[in-house]
Structures are given as structure tokens and as C-alpha cells.
């Protein structure tokens, strides 16, 4: 069954996965927008700019960081190579988009980042299957009876994992009542994320050791849960405040 | 809940996590060291001949950076790339760079291939997969395919699909070659 899921969804397709996680993932923020004060013209009309936003972010970020190669060729940078590109680079510039057009509208950015929580979570969704599809962010070897067998070993199926947790979060973030305090959904779902990633980071074979063999991953995921709490903690404080 | 009460939450999730990332840290490598078609990993090695008959080792050219490209004369892409790749080859062999370009031949008509090569100028090493081994071996779903080796033998980048740009190229090859 992962053979045929693999087949199917091979490298270049892999990347339909996420287009059809981004699509349900709006569907669905689209559903229960109004809940958090934004409405459906601003939630499709914020996604769609920083849609944009992170496609060419992500391109220009990349260019920056590799500008002696672009400077020799430089009709590169409006090639169609998806592989120019940087994600967080792509990300920055869809936030700095997200931030402008909230102001802009004057919304609150945290309500706008809670109306896009599920399509967050779906998106995370659709990335651990794209990982299982083209095989990276794969797992440490093991003897476990779900191990999957990728790159000649019998390896711990990490994008599973990722898929599983982000599934768990999606459907505790579904079940309760949209909050109405701005920004406790989706700094919630950020405290969560944060957290499923800082354990299962450990299963991973693709990591970077900083020192003394600690993860570059785990770490960034610990200060990750540390500003979700502080910035749950002033959202709350704040919120009782009013 | 209250203030104090999430505070102790908060410290005890964040201490737990502290203390999971000290008992998962591990010391070496982080990739794996058996072969596999990955970044990380090891390349497959293999052995195929040229037209001409001349043999080519993957695993003789460590110390050289090597880009593996998978293609047949059918592709599009693959056609559409290959004048970047030769205009890369020219500019970055004398530092220690190399392209191995290994065509599908058991997917292809062996008498195209010549004529391609003529036509596009190509002198880099053009290699015939005859049987599908090294396509197996590298798990080619899609045409063309490119593997960046390192000077140690480890594979840096794949790019599946194409055409690949100049500028795409001189980032993984000189990412490949440091």
C-alpha cells in the first residue's frame, strides 16, 4: 500500500498533496471564519496575497542568498525551477503580507492568523504525506513492526508520525468551540505543534547536530513552545483584562 | 485554570521537553552511511559503458563532484536542460567537476543517441543504462533526474524533474564541490 502511495505520488507529484491540503485547508478556515470576527472576502483575499507573497518571497530570499550564481545567469531568477527557492524566505514575506493587509483592513492579526488556523493544520497534514510520498524527512532505523522500508532499511515512518500528530491536533482544534479571544486558537495550535515536533524530532534521521549531539530541530522547537506559552500568556492576561 | 497554575504547566511541558531533547542527542553522523538515491546518503555506485565502449565507475571519481543525470532523447526536459549542464561542465571541470549522464537506454532507441549528442555539442561522458540497473537502482519514477554527488561520494541535492536552470545548477554545483 506505501508502494503504491509512493508510485502514485512520486517526486514531482508529490507536491499535489499540498495543493489539495491547501485547498481543503481553506474550505474549511473559510467554514468558520466569521467565528473569529473575519470574513470570508478578507480570509480568501489575505490568503490569496500572501499566497503570492510567499511564492515570490521565497524566490527573491533565495536569489539574495545566492547572488554570485544569479549575477552570471541572471534570467534564473524567473525560471520555473520550484527548486530556487526558500522557505523561510517564502514564509517571512507571506507574514509581512499577512501583517500589511490586516492593518490595511484594520483587523486584528491575531483573529486573521486564528481564521487560518485549520488550514494550517491541514497544511501540516498534507506535508507529512508529501514527506512520505518523496521520502524525505525520513525516520532512524528500527525493529518496531510498523517500521516502513525506505532508502534499504526498515526505518520509523517519521512523516506518518508527523501526519498522525498534526491529524490529533486538527481534530482537538475542530472539536472545541472557536475561541473568542484573539489569538489563543492559534497560538494553541502553534504550543501543539511546537511540541509534537520537539518529540518526534527524535525519530528523525535527517538532523543536524548543534553540540554535543543535541538537534538543531528540538531546539528550535523548544524556544517555538516557549514564545507560544509567553504569547499565550500575554493573550490571556490581556484578554482578562477586558 | 489559573495564572499560577498554567505557569506550572508551562514549566513542567517546557522541563519535560528539555529533558527529552538531552536523552534523544546523539553524537556522529547524522545521515546514513549504506547507499540510497537520497541526500545524505552514500550514491549507488555503478558501472556503465559509453557508446565508444569506455568505462565509467561512479565510486573512481570520489574527489570530484559529480552530477548524475538521468535522461533519454525523447524528454523534452531533458533536451531543454542539457545545454545548461554542458555550459556548467565547461565552466566548473578544471575545479573539479563532473557530469555523468546516464541514458535510459533500455527506454530509448540506442541509434538517437549519437545524433543527440552531435546535435546539442555534448562532451561530457554519455552512458548507457542498457538493462535499467542503475534506473532501478536509483528509483527513477520521473525523466529527467539529476543526482549532485560530493567530492566524498554523498549525494547533496536530487532534482526530479526539469529543465533545470543555469542558476540552479551553479548552486548545487558549488554546493557539491565545497
Known amino acids: ?242 | 485554570m489559573n495564572r499560577t497554575q498554567r505557569i506550572i504547566l508551562y514549566l513542567l511541558i517546557l522541563i519535560a521537553g528539555a529533558s527529552w531533547i538531552a536523552l534523544s542527542a546523539e553524537t556522529g553522523e547524522a545521515t546514513a552511511t549504506g547507499p540510497a538515491p537520497q541526500a545524505g546518503f552514500l550514491a549507488p555506485d555503478f558501472t556503465l559503458q559509453t557508446e565508444a565502449g569506455e568505462t565509467y565507475t561512479l565510486s573512481d571519481l570520489k574527489g570530484q563532484a559529480v552530477l548524475v543525470n538521468m535522461w533519454a532523447t525523447w524528454c523534452p526536459p531533458c533536451k531543454a536542460e542539457m545545454p545548461a549542464i554542458e555550459k556548467m561542465y565547461n565552466e566548473y571541470k578544471d575545479q573539479g567537476f563532473t557530469v555523468l549522464a546516464v541514458n535510459n537506454t533500455f527506454q530509448d532507441d540506442p541509434f538517437n543517441i549519437s545524433p543527440f549528442a552531435e546535435n546539442y555539442g555534448l562532451t561530457f561522458p554519455i552512458l548507457l543504462d542498457q538493462t535499467g540497473e542503475v534506473s532501478r537502482n536509483y528509483q527513477i519514477h520521473s525523466l529527467p533526474s539529476s543526482f549532485f554527488i560530493n567530492r566524498h561520494g554523498i549525494i547533496t541535492e536530487v532534482i526530479i524533474g526539469g529543465p533545470m536552470s543555469e542558476a540552479l545548477l551553479r548552486t548545487r554545483i558549488e554546493e557539491a564541490l565545497k
Open chain 1, 1 to 242: 500500500m506505501l508502494e503504491t502511495f509512493q508510485n502514485l505520488f512520486a517526486p514531482p507529484r508529490h507536491m499535489i498533496l499540498l495543493v489539495i491540503a491547501a485547498w481543503l485547508g481553506l474550505t474549511l478556515a473559510e467554514r468558520r471564519t466569521e467565528k473569529f470576527g473575519v470574513s470570508k472576502d478578507d480570509l480568501n483575499n489575505v490568503s490569496f496575497y500572501s499566497l503570492i507573497a510567499f511564492v515570490i518571497g521565497g524566490r527573491i530570499s533565495y536569489v539574495l542568498q545566492n547572488i554570485s550564481a544569479f549575477s552570471k545567469s541572471p534570467l534564473g531568477i524567473i525560471s520555473i525551477n520550484p527548486d530556487l527557492f526558500d522557505p523561510i524566505g517564502a514564509l517571512a514575506a507571506a507574514l509581512i503580507v499577512l501583517f500589511a493587509y490586516s492593518q490595511r483592513k484594520q483587523l486584528s492579526v491575531w483573529s486573521v492568523l486564528d481564521a487560518l488556523t485549520l488550514f494550517f493544520a491541514i497544511l501540516a497534514i498534507g506535508l507529512g504525506l508529501s514527506h512520505l510520498a518523496a521520502g524525505t524527512a525520513f525516520g532512524l532505523p528500527t525493529d518496531l513492526p510498523w517500521g516502513i522500508n525506505l532508502w534499504n532499511e526498515t526505518r520509523h515512518p517519521t512523516q506518518l508520525y508527523d501526519a498522525i500528530a498534526s491529524s490529533l491536533i486538527l481534530i482537538l482544534l475542530w472539536r472545541f468551540k472557536p475561541n473568542p479571544h484573539p489569538g489563543i486558537t492559534f497560538l494553541t495550535f502553534g504550543a501543539l505543534t511546537a511540541l509534537s515536533q520537539l518529540f518526534l524530532q527524535a525519530f528523525r534521521a535527517d538532523y543536524t547536530v548543534i553540540f554535543n549531539g543535541l538537534r538543531q530541530e528540538q531546539i528550535l522547537a523548544w524556544f517555538a513552545l516557549l514564545a507560544c506559552f509567553s504569547l499565550l500568556e500575554i493573550r490571556i492576561r490581556s484578554a482578562n483584562k477586558t
